[in-house]
């Protein structure tokens, strides 16, 4: 039986879903993680959860340490990871409240530690493949538990990371939507990297909770509108994670 790890983001860390919960803090080779583990089970299932900002949503977007919540996860024994992700919708259909099973990224992140390679042994570079870097099984088993609970969902699209925090300007978001990208977030880039790196099949459920600011028809985002459209809608997240778990 899998042991699952669990990246919540903003708003979406809730360890209230696991049975006999109990905190793990731990060390990694790269400092602590952003919380410690939340350990538990569902269905009786082993799952860690790891609040990818911190449990009090103090690590601003650049200073999470990624290399040190995936190091934790992997060290639990975790060979899958569900990532829970807040997005602003970069295109008409995917409407506030809808969750994108993310399938590519565009990394247009610029100071953040990108890999656990940083330097090879001689003769022996490390370049991890990145063509698909979320795992098929376990993208399928979210979009299968987004319609089992019938919740308006896509079952694709791309999401471009940017620095943060602060949101984009309009001709940034207009770029990013010449670029092909369906969301923008903060924080998918290098998280979806590391965990390919270590070699745990990784793949992320997000929630569009804004427009970013490329609609010209309305209000800009700001985080007063993405934090009530995560109250309004994080039970959506939580039932896909579930599911999902459940079905591993």
């Known amino acids: 039986m899998r042991t699952i790890g669990i990246i ?12 006999n919960a109990q905190d793990m803090v731990v060390q990694t080779p790269f400092g602590p993680p952003a919380s410690p583990l939340k350990t538990g089970t569902i269905a009786g299932r082993k799952v860690a959860l790891v609040a990818r900002h911190g449990r009090q949503h103090t690590d601003s977007p650049t200073k999470v340490n990624n290399r040190a919540n995936l190091w934790a996860l992997r060290d639990f024994g975790c060979d899958a990871i569900l990532a829970t992700t807040a997005v602003g919708s970069l295109r008409e259909d995917i409407e506030r409240g809808d969750l994108v099973v993310l399938d590519q990224f565009i990394d247009f992140t610029r100071l953040r530690a990108l890999t656990f390679f940083e330097e090879f042994e001689p003769h022996a570079p490390s370049h991890t493949p990145m063509a698909e870097p979320f795992d098929a099984a376990l993208r399928e088993t979210l979009c299968f538990a987004c319609s089992a609970a019938n919740i308006q969902h896509h079952t694709t699209g791309t999401v471009v990371t940017i620095e943060g ?5 309009r001709a940034e978001s207009n770029m990013f939507r010449a670029w092909g990208a369906d969301v923008i977030n903060m924080s998918t880039a290098p998280e979806c990297i590391l965990a390919n790196e270590l070699g745990i099949p990784y793949a992320a459920v997000a929630m569009s909770t804004d427009y970013d600011c490329w609609k010209t028809d309305e209000a800009a985002v ?7 459209t ?14 999902s778990v459940r079905a591993l």
Do not use: Y
């Not at 700001?222 to 009530?228: C, D, K, M």
């Open 230 to 243: 995560f109250q309004e809608n994080v039970t959506k997240v939580t039932k896909v994670l579930l599911e």
């Open 222 to 228: 700001t985080w007063e509108e993405v934090l009530r």
């Open 165 to 169: 925090p602060r949101f984009s300007t």
């Open 8 to 19: 919540g983001g903003s708003g979406l860390d809730d360890p209230d879903i696991l049975e």
